[in-house]
């Protein structure tokens, strides 16, 4: 499904990612981790067009999406989920997941596909709250579903457990998992590897710029 190449980016002197490459497969997870500063985040920027290649190439569905604009790799079928979550903080929990499917579907049927997408996930009941008085954990739930709802088939989680405590991580692993029962595909960004053991079908180790696989 996803197939990257040789992946190059530079900052000045200093080299991010070196001839980064792999392949995700429909509905596999795969945790990709290391320590700060290894490229984790840049390597999720580029695939989400947010950021720049300096080289190589990225493939999609067969189709080859370097460096087209974040909208592009959206309408491709791309989302990307960030770790600090960017909701719309006037806005309710519901109207914030209905305004993602309003890319492809009109205000009612957006409003009632949010509401069925809540249901199904076990968060109804934080339908009618304020983003803004949302716990962490919740944001987090919100922001991947956002991404979700825009009608992705490949997530980018950029530290999605970061800052949760051991019970909202478990809450978020569960709706990772039932995510992955949907087909779809997930690369995640995670120092949490206890919790990604049961979660992720694959590990890839970033270290000063250079991908290792680990199984």
């Known amino acids: 499904m996803l197939r990257v190449n040789g992946l190059m980016k530079?900052?000045?002197?200093?080299?991010?990612?070196?001839?980064?490459?792999?392949?995700?497969?429909?509905?596999?997870?795969?945790?990709?981790?290391?320590?700060?500063?290894?490229?984790k985040s840049t390597l999720l920027k580029i695939i989400s067009g947010l950021e720049r290649a300096?080289?190589?190439?990225?493939?999609?569905?067969?189709?080859?999406?370097?460096?087209?604009s974040p909208w592009e790799i959206v309408e491709n079928g791309i989302a990307h989920a960030f770790q600090i979550p960017r909701p719309f903080r006037s806005m309710s929990f519901l109207e914030n997941l209905a305004v993602s499917c309003m890319r492809y579907m009109d205000t009612d049927d957006a409003f009632r596909q949010a509401e069925r997408t809540a249901e199904e996930f076990d968060v109804d009941y934080l339908l009618e709250r304020s983003s803004s008085s949302l716990s962490q954990g919740e944001l987090k739930i919100l922001e991947i579903l956002r991404a979700y709802l825009t009608g992705a088939e490949l997530l980018l989680l950029d530290?999605?457990?970061?800052?949760?405590?051991?019970?909202?991580?478990?809450?978020?692993k569960e709706k990772l998992l039932a995510l992955k029962e949907k087909q779809v595909s997930m690369l995640v960004t995670s120092h949490r590897m206890r919790i990604m053991e049961e979660v992720a079908d694959r590990f890839l180790e970033l270290k000063e710029g250079k991908l290792y696989a680990h199984g």
Request: hydrophobic share 40%; with cysteine; net charge negative.
């Open 159 to 172: 530290e999605p457990f970061a800052s949760l405590d051991v019970e909202n991580a478990r809450f978020l």
């Open 10 to 39: 530079r900052l000045d002197s200093l080299v991010l990612l070196r001839d980064v490459s792999f392949e995700a497969k429909k509905g596999e997870i795969i945790c990709l981790y290391g320590p700060n500063g290894s490229g």
């Open 54 to 68: 300096d080289g190589g190439h990225v493939f999609f569905r067969d189709r080859e999406i370097t460096n087209l």
